[in-house]
């Protein structure tokens, strides 16, 4: 087996004890194989293992990996979500290329991103980032803010609002890790209370997908923990 292979499958062993621990039925949980960086010779070793869901950061780096990916595993049900900052134009190559946008954070980017999205493809899945550790250079919206724009982008026609995404500061322990993310979940859940229909909380990565799975992640964003360490961004 390979390295890829290995660590996919020590992930999915995390995965399933962490839902068994806090008491979360089997399968709650996607794994999103962050692949920033990596080629697409690794994306595709990670696709004959099995994993299918790939996320990515940078836009242009995206755009070659996702036609190289898909010369070479044709046929594979790949779905593509960006999870890197998003400038306001650059918003048509994601709309057009991606199943889904975890870092929406205003709304003009929403807007547009709709406006973009090919007739012919499903609506795209959007989650909202939140920056919920109150970081002054980082990016998200306000917690205190999320409500008005949620509203918003629900409204959106080629838009479908699926949750909320943070990356919570580094934390030492994992009392401390599990915090940030049972407050992304409080709000989530006020937002339901509100009305609307969500069912995603993108939260965890390599160092903290535990913490992030027993307060209720449903995707967790693993990138070094499959593909190794990165050596540029
Ligand atoms: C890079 C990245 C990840 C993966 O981080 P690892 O620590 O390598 O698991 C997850 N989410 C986002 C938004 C990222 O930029």
């Given at each position: 087996m390979s390295?890829?292979?290995?660590?996919?499958?020590?992930i999915?062993?995390?995965?399933?004890?962490?839902l068994q621990?806090?008491?979360?039925?089997?399968g709650?949980v996607?794994?999103?194989?962050?692949?920033?960086t990596?080629?697409p010779e690794?994306v595709?070793?990670a696709?004959r293992?099995?994993?299918?869901?790939?996320g990515e950061?940078?836009?242009q780096?995206?755009?070659?990996?996702i036609?190289?990916?898909?010369?070479?595993?044709p046929g594979?049900?790949?779905?593509w979500?960006f999870?890197?900052p998003i400038?306001?134009?650059?918003?048509r190559?994601?709309a057009e290329?991606?199943?889904?946008v975890?870092t929406?954070?205003r709304?003009?980017?929403a807007q547009?991103?709709?406006e973009?999205r090919p007739?012919d493809k499903a609506?795209?899945?959007?989650?909202l980032q939140?920056?919920?550790s109150?970081e002054a250079?980082?990016?998200?919206?306000?917690p205190g803010?999320?409500?008005?724009?949620?509203?918003?982008v629900?409204a959106?026609?080629?838009?479908?609002?699926?949750?909320?995404?943070?990356?919570?500061?580094p934390a030492a322990?994992?009392?401390?890790?599990?915090?940030p993310?049972?407050?992304l979940r409080a709000l989530?859940e006020?937002?339901?209370a509100?009305g609307l229909a969500?069912?995603t909380?993108s939260?965890g990565m390599?160092?903290?997908?535990?913490?992030?799975?027993?307060e209720?992640a449903?995707?967790v964003r693993?990138?070094?923990?499959?593909?190794?360490?990165r050596n540029?961004?």
């Amino acid at each position: 087996m390979s390295t890829i292979a290995q660590n996919l499958q020590a992930i999915a062993g995390t995965i399933i004890s962490a839902l068994q621990e806090s008491g979360r039925p089997a399968g709650a949980v996607q794994l999103l194989a962050v692949s920033k960086t990596f080629g697409p010779e690794a994306v595709l070793e990670a696709v004959r293992a099995g994993q299918l869901a790939f996320g990515e950061n940078y836009l242009q780096e995206a755009l070659d990996k996702i036609a190289a990916v898909a010369a070479g595993a044709p046929g594979a049900a790949l779905e593509w979500h960006f999870i890197g900052p998003i400038q306001s134009n650059k918003t048509r190559p994601i709309a057009e290329h991606f199943d889904w946008v975890h870092t929406v954070d205003r709304l003009k980017i929403a807007q547009r991103l709709s406006e973009q999205r090919p007739a012919d493809k499903a609506p795209l899945n959007i989650c909202l980032q939140v920056n919920i550790s109150g970081e002054a250079s980082k990016s998200g919206v306000a917690p205190g803010e999320v409500a008005a724009l949620a509203a918003q982008v629900a409204a959106l026609p080629n838009l479908r609002l699926r949750g909320l995404m943070a990356i919570p500061e580094p934390a030492a322990d994992f009392e401390q890790q599990r915090a940030p993310f049972a407050q992304l979940r409080a709000l989530v859940e006020q937002l339901r209370a509100g009305g609307l229909a969500l069912d995603t909380l993108s939260m965890g990565m390599s160092a903290d997908l535990r913490a992030a799975i027993v307060e209720g992640a449903t995707i967790v964003r693993v990138g070094s923990a499959i593909f190794g360490s990165r050596n540029y961004h």
